[in-house]
C-alpha cells in the first residue's frame, strides 16, 4: 500500500491551523506519509525568513502566534518542493492568489495527484463564475475537492467545538480527505456537492459584509438578523442562477447556514466592514492596518459578483448584494443597507 504525501499550499491563519490538524492525523492513519510539506509565501519578520522561523519554532509568529505547529510539518518557500511526488494538495491561500500560484505548479505536481481547496472565493468573467476547484481542476488537470465551514481559524486553534463540510466527487476520495480533516473536536460532514460547498463559503463573506455595516451603524440584532436572512436567501438564488446541481441539504451544514452565522459574528469581513462604518476608511486601508498581512476575501467577491451581475443586468434581482457593492465601492450612504431592500 503507498502512502498518500500531503502538501500543504498556504500557511496564512487558517492554513496554519489546518497544519496542526493535518500534522497530526498523518501521523495516526497508515494511509498517510508522516511529514507534511507546507509551502509559505516567503517573507522577512523580525528580519528573518518566516520559513526559518516556523521550522526553528514549530510556529507561525506572524499569522498564528501563540499556538505550536507538529514538528512534522516541514515549511518551506520553494513550491515545486513542496509538491515534488506529493499525491494530495491541500489548497489553502486567499482566492486571488490561486491562479499564480497554479501557473507556478503546471508540470510540477505528480499527475495521479489528488487536491482539496479550502479557498473561499471563485473566479468571474463576463458569463458567469468559475469556483476554486474547477480553476485548479483546469491548470492542473486533477480532480479537487472542497472544505468549507464555519471555521474561524483562532477558536479551531484553541481546540474549541466546530463542525465543516467536505464536497466530494467520489466517496472513496471524501472518506480519505475525512480522515486527513477530522478530529475530536473538528467534525466533519462530507457531502457529494464540491461545488455547493465550496460557493457557500465564497459567498458568505459578502453577507459578512452587510453583517458589518449594520454592526457599524449599531442597529442591533434584529437588523443584522434580517440582513442574514436575507442574504442567505440571495446566496442560494445566485448558487442556483449560476450552477446547476446544487443540493438543497448543503444550504443546511455547516458550510451553509452555519458559515453565515459565524462570519457575521466573529469573522474578520464582518470586523473590517464594521471599522469602514466607524472610521470612513477606505476597504484596503483598513486591510492594511487591522489584519497584519491576512487578507479580506469578502471585498473582491462583492466585486466580482457585482461585475457579473452587471453583465447579465440582474442588479434588482440581487438587492442587498448590490447595495453592499455600491455602499463600499461607490460611496452609497452605510444606512442604505436596511433602506435598499425588500
Ligand atoms: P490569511 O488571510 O491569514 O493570510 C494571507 C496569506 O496569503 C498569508 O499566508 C500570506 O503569506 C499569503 N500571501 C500573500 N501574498 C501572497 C501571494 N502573492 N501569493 C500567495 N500567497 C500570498 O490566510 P488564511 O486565513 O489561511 O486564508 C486562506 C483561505 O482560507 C481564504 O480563502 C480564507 O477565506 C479561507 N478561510 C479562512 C479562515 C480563517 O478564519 N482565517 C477560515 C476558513 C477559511
Ligand atoms: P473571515 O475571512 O471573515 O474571517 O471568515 C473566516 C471564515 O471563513 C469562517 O468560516
Given at each position: 500500500?503507498?502512502?498518500?504525501?500531503?502538501?500543504?499550499?498556504?500557511?496564512?491563519?487558517?492554513?496554519?491551523?489546518?497544519?496542526?490538524?493535518?500534522?497530526?492525523?498523518?501521523?495516526?492513519?497508515?494511509?498517510?506519509?508522516?511529514?507534511?510539506?507546507?509551502?509559505?509565501?516567503?517573507e522577512?519578520?523580525?528580519?528573518?525568513?518566516?520559513?526559518?522561523?516556523?521550522?526553528?519554532?514549530?510556529?507561525?509568529?506572524k499569522y498564528?502566534?501563540?499556538?505550536?505547529?507538529?514538528?512534522?510539518?516541514?515549511?518551506?518557500?520553494?513550491?515545486?518542493?513542496?509538491?515534488?511526488?506529493?499525491?494530495?494538495?491541500?489548497?489553502?491561500?486567499?482566492?486571488?492568489?490561486?491562479?499564480?500560484?497554479?501557473?507556478?505548479?503546471?508540470?510540477?505536481?505528480?499527475?495521479?495527484?489528488?487536491?482539496?481547496?479550502?479557498?473561499?472565493?471563485?473566479?468571474?468573467?463576463?458569463?458567469?463564475?468559475?469556483?476554486?476547484?474547477?480553476?485548479?481542476?483546469?491548470?492542473?488537470?486533477?480532480?479537487?475537492?472542497?472544505?468549507?465551514?464555519?471555521?474561524?481559524?483562532?477558536?479551531?486553534?484553541?481546540?474549541?467545538?466546530?463542525?465543516?463540510?467536505?464536497?466530494?466527487?467520489?466517496?472513496?476520495?471524501?472518506?480519505?480527505?475525512?480522515?486527513?480533516?477530522?478530529?475530536?473536536?473538528?467534525?466533519?460532514?462530507?457531502?457529494?456537492?464540491?461545488?455547493?460547498?465550496?460557493?457557500?463559503?465564497?459567498?458568505?463573506?459578502?453577507?459578512?459584509?452587510?453583517?458589518?455595516?449594520?454592526?457599524?451603524?449599531?442597529?442591533?440584532?434584529?437588523?443584522?438578523?434580517?440582513?442574514?436572512?436575507?442574504?442567505?436567501?440571495?446566496?442560494?438564488?445566485?448558487?442556483?442562477?449560476?450552477?446547476?446541481?446544487?443540493?438543497?441539504?448543503?444550504?443546511?451544514?455547516?458550510?451553509?447556514?452555519?458559515?453565515?452565522?459565524?462570519?457575521?459574528?466573529?469573522?474578520?469581513?464582518?470586523?473590517?466592514?464594521?471599522?469602514?462604518?466607524?472610521?470612513?476608511?477606505?476597504?484596503?486601508?483598513?486591510?492594511?492596518?487591522?489584519l497584519n498581512g491576512q487578507k479580506?476575501?469578502?471585498?473582491?467577491?462583492?466585486?466580482?459578483?457585482?461585475?457579473?451581475?452587471?453583465?447579465?443586468?440582474?442588479?434588482?434581482?440581487?438587492?442587498?448584494?448590490?447595495?453592499?457593492?455600491?455602499?463600499?465601492?461607490?460611496?452609497?450612504?452605510?444606512?442604505?443597507?436596511?433602506?435598499?431592500?425588500?
Amino acid at each position: 500500500n503507498v502512502r498518500e504525501k500531503v502538501a500543504l499550499i498556504g500557511s496564512g491563519n487558517w492554513g496554519t491551523v489546518i497544519s496542526k490538524i493535518i500534522g497530526n492525523n498523518v501521523m495516526r492513519y497508515k494511509e498517510f506519509h508522516q511529514e507534511v510539506k507546507m509551502w509559505v509565501f516567503e517573507e522577512k519578520v523580525g528580519g528573518r525568513n518566516l520559513t526559518e522561523l516556523i521550522n526553528e519554532k514549530h510556529e507561525n509568529v506572524k499569522y498564528l502566534p501563540g499556538f505550536p505547529i507538529p514538528e512534522n510539518v516541514k515549511a518551506l518557500p520553494d513550491l515545486s518542493e513542496v509538491v515534488r511526488d506529493a499525491t494530495v494538495l491541500v489548497f489553502c491561500i486567499p482566492h486571488q492568489f490561486v491562479p499564480k500560484t497554479c501557473d507556478q505548479l503546471k508540470g510540477k505536481i505528480n499527475p495521479k495527484a489528488k487536491a482539496i481547496s479550502l479557498v473561499k472565493g471563485f473566479e468571474t468573467d463576463e458569463t458567469g463564475i468559475r469556483p476554486m476547484s474547477h480553476a485548479i481542476s483546469e491548470s492542473l488537470n486533477i480532480p479537487v475537492c472542497s472544505l468549507s465551514g464555519a471555521n474561524i481559524a483562532n477558536e479551531i486553534a484553541e481546540e474549541h467545538f466546530s463542525e465543516t463540510t467536505i464536497g466530494y466527487n467520489n466517496l472513496e476520495e471524501g472518506e480519505l480527505f475525512k480522515k486527513l480533516f477530522e478530529t475530536k473536536y473538528f467534525r466533519v460532514g462530507i457531502i457529494d456537492d464540491v461545488v455547493g460547498v465550496q460557493l457557500c463559503g465564497a459567498l458568505k463573506n459578502v453577507i459578512a459584509i452587510g453583517a458589518g455595516f449594520v454592526d457599524g451603524l449599531k442597529l442591533g440584532e434584529n437588523a443584522k438578523a434580517a440582513i442574514i436572512r436575507i442574504g442567505f436567501f440571495e446566496m442560494k438564488q445566485f448558487m442556483k442562477k449560476f450552477y446547476g446541481g446544487i443540493k438543497d441539504e448543503t444550504f443546511f451544514e455547516s458550510c451553509g447556514i452555519a458559515d453565515v452565522i459565524a462570519t457575521c459574528y466573529g469573522g474578520r469581513n464582518r470586523k473590517v466592514a464594521e471599522k469602514f462604518v466607524t472610521t470612513g476608511k477606505s476597504f484596503d486601508q483598513l486591510e492594511e492596518e487591522l489584519l497584519n498581512g491576512q487578507k479580506l476575501q469578502g471585498t473582491l467577491t462583492v466585486k466580482e459578483i457585482h461585475r457579473v451581475l452587471s453583465s447579465k443586468g440582474i442588479n434588482d434581482e440581487f438587492k442587498l448584494f448590490t447595495t453592499i457593492y455600491r455602499i463600499a465601492f461607490e460611496g452609497l450612504p452605510p444606512k442604505s443597507i436596511v433602506e435598499n431592500i425588500d
